[in-house]
C-alpha cells in the first residue's frame, strides 16, 4: 500500500503561482508514474501533468508551459510548480500513483485526499 498526502493548495489571483506538493509513504518502490490530476465542479478529473518512470514528463495542452511537475525519489515527494494561473485551473487537485499505464484515472492505484486550488480576482 502507498500513502499520499497533498498539500500547497488555496486562493490566488490570476497570473500568480502555487506550488502543490504530494507526499508519499508506504511502499513507494511499486510506484513508476506518478501524476497530478484536477476536477472542476461538473467536470471529469483530467490528467494535468504525469513523470513516468521517474523522469520522462507529460502534460496537458491548456497547462504546457505554465506548469512543471517533478519528483524527488529520495524524498518519496512530487510537486507541481503552477505559474501564470488563470480562472480556468480552478479545480481540485489531486496527486496518484501508478505503476503501468498513466493517461486515466483509472490507470492509478493511489491517491491523495486533494487540495483545492481556487484562481480568483
Known amino acids: 500500500q502507498v500513502q499520499l498526502v497533498e498539500s500547497g493548495g488555496g486562493l490566488v489571483q490570476p497570473g500568480g503561482s502555487l506550488r502543490l506538493s504530494c507526499a508519499a509513504s508506504g511502499n513507494t518502490r511499486s510506484i513508476n508514474n506518478m501524476g497530478w490530476f484536477r476536477q472542476a465542479p461538473g467536470k471529469q478529473r483530467e490528467l494535468v501533468a504525469a513523470?513516468?518512470?521517474?523522469?520522462?514528463?507529460n502534460y496537458a495542452d491548456t497547462v504546457n508551459g505554465r506548469f512543471t511537475i517533478s519528483r524527488d525519489n529520495a524524498k518519496n515527494t512530487a510537486s507541481l510548480q503552477m505559474d501564470s494561473l488563470n480562472l480556468e485551473d480552478t479545480a481540485v487537485y489531486y496527486c496518484a500513483a501508478g505503476r503501468g499505464p498513466w493517461r486515466l484515472p483509472r490507470q492509478y492505484d493511489y491517491w491523495g485526499q486533494g487540495t483545492q486550488v481556487t484562481v480568483s480576482s
Open positions: 513523470i513516468i518512470s521517474g523522469s520522462i514528463t
